[in-house]
């Protein structure tokens, strides 16, 4: 394609509200618009992006056996309700009427169409099947940003894994692991896979891959040593043990004003530093009260609690609830002799002894806790957050955290939805049983973005040539020159020749504009064509990534750039 | 693709409400589902055609310069209020909001987003361009029906030319028409470019691209011998000449229970026949009263009518209404001395003498009508619609009516959208001047369903090679036998490696079903191996189209069939 003729619309600012890079380079690239919050018209270099994308996706998951379809993307809202998602999705989910008042959603996900599909299968002669789609996904997002990272209307593939047992969908799932790995590396990431809670989806093992990023939502969990590797909504580590005093007394003590774990740390520093202290929080999960219980220097991950009780929807208490239940305010709780509500403890108070509590009157405390003693635990669970430093549960090595682009999640989601649309087969025996599903999740243009995010310097982007909008700039030093200009049209036509995806900037516009240009877009290669190097039979041939600039001969430039293309263009 | 692992949901019956060929093929081949009225998803086979089609679209696309984009489907209410087609479009358009109380639209067609993205051109040097992109649309059809034919969700090619003046637009029109005309002949259509009206898109010339198909809902004319060819909407004839007596005198008569235009020809064959009475009637387009006049033996095309007055909303008055606009009711209606009513008249009256008409007062008529001497028309323009066997306009031939399924549309659009949203250029003389638009659409599954309706046979469909979900089946007559199946997979193999899309029937199941599945789902090449035909060195080949079978050697048949899908694979 020719410059001149092409809609690159290249900007020199940002917008103003843009943090993350792939945002600001993506729309200053002339890669993306924003129509309304969250939502992005895919220019056309952006969408030369994609269609390799979504063509590394689709050879991946073809590779793997997958089967593509297109699903209609407005669904009867009858089907959500079938699914129980169409109020666990509360505000997500975008709720319109047709003509007739018939009510409808636009589909986030597509486990209950799938499965109504699933219905024509009818034995286990008929599976497995892997089953995805490209197509769009909406999602009402409550604040979407950092462009193409957080969006309202957005590209997913989403495959599913239809098989009659277990090691069926571990084979599936493993499957889709190494499709995922391949495709990540092919576009340009490093993403890994780490542990990660299955969240409202249900289901038992889930994993997201993370590309590592400041740009990212998430925080990761990883080993220094091993493959230790989690979302921090679900990493553990070890805790180094405590050494505690023999059992003693479980007494009441006055703490006017220490309304706060550090307050009273400072005042009683003998028998209540953070450690030995209990924190106590009261949330409503799913709408009933829970007192969750933490080390007095421990945080709460709240998917922890949320996955430990199986909620779909949690909060923090207001501080009349808190009242009305415990009979005193934050900063003088806790859960000695309290009857009659869930409580939720964290492993790390397991048989703790002279610990310091809240005593549900305000400004007193009780000294002297003996946990498994004084406390009514209804269900130990892992609820505090990891953080860095601390020691690995598989090797002992430290923990890091650092923040994640989810880029893609894998789950081993079972028969839930199976079961809710009659997708039954008969096994060997002739016994109908529920299809156990696995369900497949990438982000198209969240994955352009974290490609961004990872291949970019002050000059613009980096695109592989696995993804690159074009794989070869031809820029013209001086179209005004006959010359020149008919040594670029010959290298272009030859570059076409052998299937190169290749542009030529023959605009009228000053060298240092066309080479920014070509910077910011990210073409992997350019060939810099002007009068002097013309006259010297030489070319100069730059790579985009390190920007270094080499001579080389005219007759031989369009076969050094050919091989070297074709040797990335598989990506990997 | 083997067979067994494949998920090709084949049928035996079609669903109930299937009248379309189409309809019944795509559901019982396991090409698509319905998933509520007006609502399907592509099955694996159905999403390979789609993709095969797609593909063939870009390709032509691209050819003509066209640069792909993606654009959102859910659009800010208000840029659609800016364009005034949010009224307009009426319940067609499905209308949601967002979780903030934002009205939002799902996109029907996106001249109002890619006109906004047309304000970051400045120059007529940044023209022409050509902007297209292939992505959902949603239209709340009030009957869906005919499968793919007529739906809620489909996918759409939409483009639109950018030009700064009129030789432009009409050379981006041009390259388009020749590109549609590629497009369908390469899927396998024979569709034919007719005039059309612009409707409610508004803009100048206008052609629509039919499929001639019993399952069409619209009515095309054409001429038996010239290239006159037009949308019933727009289509014109020629009509003898009247040779009426001389005028006379208006004259009421008593016309006591003679309500329609037979009873009055029959009652008074001297001076009543159809040809001379004024067919009288109203309607309210945009929400005023409009008289229409027709000879009595001419039907109005409704459209026609809301072209003439470039209206977007018309219906039939309601009895009362008429009564109160009239004094009379239906069956005794005219215009005669009629004031303050728009009065539309259609040509074929034009200086009529000796004709009768209602004369609003029940059971009165007149006589003697001279229509320009009694009658005060607003307007003369063609209003009615055009039948079987009238005369063409363009050489005197003999006109015909057909069905058909309209595939494409190309209109001339001009500068509504770029003047209501701002995308000006400057000219060579630094004039500020609204991008000159066209539009341009091919309705991808329609188009689907057309090939269907133009490809097929009593034993299923004909999928041209360029279009087919596989190109050859090899049909393994007993997979229990090893030495036929080692054959199978061989060629299979074969067939596979130079890159040829085979299907490998490895089912257990008897050859009859597997010959009539392989003909349902429309397969072109099918390679029958069996033990019989292994022994002695040969294979059935069976083209499709037609079912001729030969026998072919076993040496040979790769080549045989890799030549000849290579000849076709391209289309035309």
Redesign the interface.
């Known amino acids: 394609m020719r410059w001149s003729?092409?809609?690159i619309?290249t900007l020199r600012d940002a917008p103003a509200d843009a943090e993350a890079v792939s945002h600001k380079l993506l729309v200053r690239g002339g890669f993306i618009?924003q129509?309304?919050a969250g939502?992005?018209?895919?220019?056309?270099l952006?969408?030369?992006v994609?269609?390799k994308v979504t063509g590394i996706i689709r050879e991946e998951m073809d590779a793997i056996?997958g089967?593509?379809?297109?699903?209609?993307?407005?669904?009867?809202a009858e089907v959500w309700k079938k699914s129980e998602r169409y109020d666990l999705m509360g505000?997500n989910l975008?709720?319109?009427k047709?003509?007739k008042g018939t009510d409808l959603v636009?589909g986030m996900t597509e486990e209950e169409?799938f499965a109504?599909?699933a219905t024509?299968?009818f034995s286990y002669r008929?599976l497995p099947?892997i089953?995805y789609?490209m197509?769009?996904k909406?999602r009402?997002e409550?604040r979407p940003k950092s462009g193409l990272l957080r969006v309202?209307?957005f590209t997913m593939k989403d495959s599913y894994t239809l098989d009659i047992d277990g090691p069926g969908l571990d084979a599936g799932f493993d499957k889709h692991h190494e499709a995922y790995k391949r495709i990540f590396a092919r576009i340009g990431l490093t993403a890994i896979g780490v542990q990660a809670s299955s969240g409202a989806m249900g289901g038992s093992e889930s994993i997201e891959f993370m590309q590592r990023s400041d740009a990212g939502e998430d925080w990761v969990v990883t080993c220094e040593n091993c493959d230790y590797r989690a979302n921090i909504q679900k990493a553990v580590s070890t805790l180094p043990e405590v050494d505690d005093d023999e059992s003693s007394e479980l007494t009441r003590f006055a703490t006017p004003g220490l309304r706060t774990i550090n307050a009273l740390a400072d005042a009683h520093p003998d028998i209540a530093t953070a450690e030995r202290q209990i924190k106590s929080l009261v949330y409503v999960v799913d709408g009933e009260p829970v007192i969750v219980l933490l080390r007095g220097d421990h945080d709460l991950q709240e998917q922890k609690l949320m996955d430990a009780i199986g909620a779909a929807d949690l909060r923090a208490s207001l501080p009349e609830e808190i009242r009305d239940l415990l009979g005193a305010d934050p900063g003088s709780l806790g859960a000695v002799g309290v009857e009659g509500v869930r409580i939720l403890a964290d492993p790390a108070l397991k048989g703790r002894l002279g610990m310091t509590t809240g005593a549900n009157e305000d400004d007193w405390h009780y000294k002297g806790v003996d946990v498994s003693r004084d406390i009514d635990v209804t269900q130990w669970a892992e609820l505090r957050a990891i953080t860095t430093g601390e020691t690995c549960v598989e090797c002992g090595h430290s923990l890091e955290l650092w923040k994640g682009i989810e880029v893609g999640h894998i789950f081993k989601l079972g028969t839930k939805y199976s079961e809710a649309f009659g997708a039954y087969v008969q096994d060997e025996d002739g016994e109908s049983r529920p299809i156990i599903m696995g369900s497949y999740g990438i982000g198209v243009e969240r994955g352009m973005a974290a490609v961004v995010e990872a291949n970019h310097d002050e000059n613009g982007i980096i695109w592989p040539v696995s993804v690159a909008p074009f794989e070869v700039v031809i820029t013209v030093v001086r179209v005004d020159d006959e010359q020149t200009r008919a040594v670029a049209e010959d290298l272009y036509n030859k570059l076409e020749g052998a299937g190169t995806d290749v542009l030529l900037d023959d605009r009228v516009e000053r060298p240092g504009v066309k080479f920014a240009d070509s910077e910011l877009i990210g073409i992997p290669y350019r060939i810099t064509v002007g009068p002097r190097g013309v006259a010297e039979g030489v070319v100069e041939l730059t790579e985009r990534r390190g920007l270094e600039k080499e001579n080389v001969a005219l007759g031989e430039v369009a076969t050094t750039v050919i091989d070297s293309v074709g040797r990335h263009r598989f990506g990997i």
Chains 1, 2 share one sequence.
Do not use: C, N
């Open positions: 003729e092409a809609h619309p618009r129509l309304a939502s992005y018209t895919m220019l056309p952006g969408q030369k994609r269609l056996g089967q593509e379809m297109v699903l209609p993307t407005l669904h009867p505000e975008f709720k319109l047709d003509r636009l169409i109504m599909l024509e299968l008929d099947q089953w789609q197509h769009t909406f009402d409550p309202r209307e």
